[in-house]
């Protein structure tokens, strides 16, 4: 057998062999969400991802300057649109966010530190395809400063304090029930009666 034929077999298998792996693990845990991916689907997934993210791109600097008015501002959106998913600390231990597939990741790990601004803006501005990951970037990624805006907050999420984090609590979205049972408690601070017919929630 010639040389390029054996070099085309080799690339063949080191094709095959992942992708018939990745077919098992599809075949044991069918599509449900519950399952966790293995450690040569999250390789191949990371890899692939940094791959589709164009180099100009993954090299671009942060245009927005770093400030205590910039963070505060990150720490708002970030509160009001990622920590449903994402937690306020960027751990990901959320109802959604653990209940996606692949799960949440912990951002505040060296998995997502080690990436460049360019990558972080690139997935927050453009979102990220076959995952949970939603594109918040509006309009040409030259005038989404949001998106890099937030990137300094990630980079600041390693430090967090409880402070900010006791703060950001007060810019999370809530559910109607929340909306519900907080005019409950003002109505009963205020010595009103519950309103007539308002629906309660009990378990």
């Not at 029930?177 to 309103?195: N, V, Y």
Request: with cysteine.
């Amino acid at each position: 057998m010639s040389a390029w034929k054996i070099v085309l077999a080799l690339i063949v298998l080191a094709v095959l062999i992942p992708m018939g792996m990745l077919g098992y693990q599809m075949f044991k845990t069918g599509f449900s969400a519950k399952a966790e991916p293995s450690a040569l689907e999250v390789a191949m997934a990371r890899n692939v991802r940094l791959l589709a993210i164009p180099r100009s791109q993954r090299d671009a600097k942060n245009p927005v300057p770093a400030n205590p008015q910039v963070l505060k501002e990150a720490l708002i959106h970030f509160a009001d649109h990622c920590a449903t998913c994402h937690g306020n600390d960027g751990k990901g231990k959320t109802t959604i966010g653990q209940g996606l597939y692949p799960k949440v990741p912990d951002l505040t790990k060296s998995d997502t530190q080690d990436m460049t601004d360019g990558d972080l803006f690139f997935m927050i501005h453009n979102g990220i395809r076959f995952t949970g990951m939603p594109a918040w970037g509006k309009g040409p990624p030259e005038k989404d400063t949001d998106s890099w805006r937030l990137v300094h907050f990630i980079r600041h999420l390693p430090k967090i304090t409880a402070e900010e984090l006791d703060e950001m609590k007060r810019y999370n979205p809530i559910t109607e029930l929340e909306r519900m049972k907080d005019a409950e408690i003002d109505q009963f601070l205020s010595g009103e009666e519950a309103a007539s017919g308002a629906p309660t929630h009990e378990h």
